[in-house]
């Protein structure tokens, strides 16, 4: 059973750094592309950052770009997403994602973690 449980969120002031976990199991972690979406109230998912299999990376969202960061470690099977000088429109719940490589489809999901950005 493939299981993705994301950590790291909270309740953070504008300027401040997190780093979010994704700690992924039942599935061969290295084959596989992975993604960090996030979703803020009232609004539609957007994808926030990708990372391949031979650690490619991808930043969806422009206003994100120079202060997120994400990586991998495969020794772990976890995916982190690196985030600096947050700011209150990036409040939303994170999630973290897997993509088998040679598809465009995110077949599995974590539950989330929230990350609250107060100005």
């Known amino acids: 059973e493939v299981r993705l449980v994301e950590s790291g969120g909270g309740l953070v002031q504008a300027g401040a750094s997190l780093r979010l976990s994704c700690a992924a199991s039942g599935f061969t972690f290295e084959d596989y592309n992975l993604g960090w979406f996030r979703q803020a109230p009232g609004k539609e998912r957007e994808g926030v950052a990708c990372?391949?299999?031979?650690?490619?990376?991808?930043y969806e969202d422009h206003s994100v770009r120079g202060r997120v960061t994400i990586s991998r470690d495969n020794a772990r099977n976890t995916v982190y997403l690196q985030m600096n000088v947050v700011k209150p429109e990036d409040t939303a719940v994170y999630y973290c994602?897997?993509?088998?490589?040679?598809?465009?489809?995110?077949?599995?999901w974590g539950q989330g973690t929230q990350v609250t950005v107060s100005s």
């Open positions: 994602a897997v993509r088998a490589s040679g598809t465009t489809t995110f077949d599995y």
């Open positions: 990372i391949t299999i031979k650690n490619g990376v991808t």
